[in-house]
């Protein structure tokens, strides 16, 4: 029970954008999510690797949800210009953390051709963690480049550009409640 507005579109820059999936919606998700962590890393003392900056909220609102000790730990990557993926995956920075023998969950904001989270899933394996497993918010099937196994997915959505909750158009829209789906393309 908020007072903030529900806007049905908005525009950033040159580009209109329509509401998509409303923050309860999103929640609903994000609720069952946590439960199955819960319930899969109960006692296993997780470590939950944070990909910044487009997961920051996505993971405040899942990591609320997991009922069992756990530590948090953040990464940044950046592959993204503007609606188009380069292709080319950035360095990976700030990865840190010891993830020797830990049990490793990478929380992202969206999967699209899968090329970041592959690097990334690299990094991680080369520190020869327990287990590694991934948590997106999003995931577009249809754009994958390559097989991923994606064991923890909120809503898997069309080949299309979004933005709100976190996830940005050339750096604007993070802070939007709801998530909004480019009109045209
Ligand atoms: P890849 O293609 O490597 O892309 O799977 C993953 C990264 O690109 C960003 N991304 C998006 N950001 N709306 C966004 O705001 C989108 O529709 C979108 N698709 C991909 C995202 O940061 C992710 O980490
Ligand atoms: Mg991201």
């Known amino acids: 029970t908020n007072t903030c507005s529900v806007e049905s579109s908005v525009t950033i820059h040159d580009k209109s954008f329509r509401l998509f999936l409303s923050e309860d919606e999103l929640q609903q998700s994000i609720a069952r999510l946590g439960q199955q962590l819960t319930d899969d890393y109960r006692d296993r003392n997780p470590i939950f690797v944070v990909v910044l900056n487009g ?4 993971a405040a609102d899942l990591l609320k949800c997991v009922e069992t000790p756990c530590e948090v730990t953040f990464v940044k990557v950046a592959s993204y210009q503007a609606t188009q993926s380069t292709g080319e995956v950035e360095e990976i920075l700030g990865l840190e953390e010891d993830l020797h023998n830990r049990h490793v969950v990478i929380v992202e904001d969206i999967v699209d051709t899968g090329l970041t989270m592959s690097a990334l899933l690299d990094s991680v394996r080369e520190m020869r963690p327990a287990s ?11 754009a994958l480049k390559r097989p991923l196994s994606i064991r923890y997915v909120g809503n898997e959505i069309e080949n299309r550009f979004v933005v709100g909750f976190g996830l940005d158009y050339d750096g604007l829209g993070r802070n939007l409640r709801h998530l909004y789906q480019l009109s045209t393309q």
Do not use: Q, Y
Not at 55 to 58: D, G, L, N, R, V
Not at 132 to 142: D, F, N, R
């Open 132 to 142: 590694v497993e991934v948590a997106t918010l999003l995931l577009k099937p249809k």
């Open 55 to 58: 997961a920051f909220i996505f």
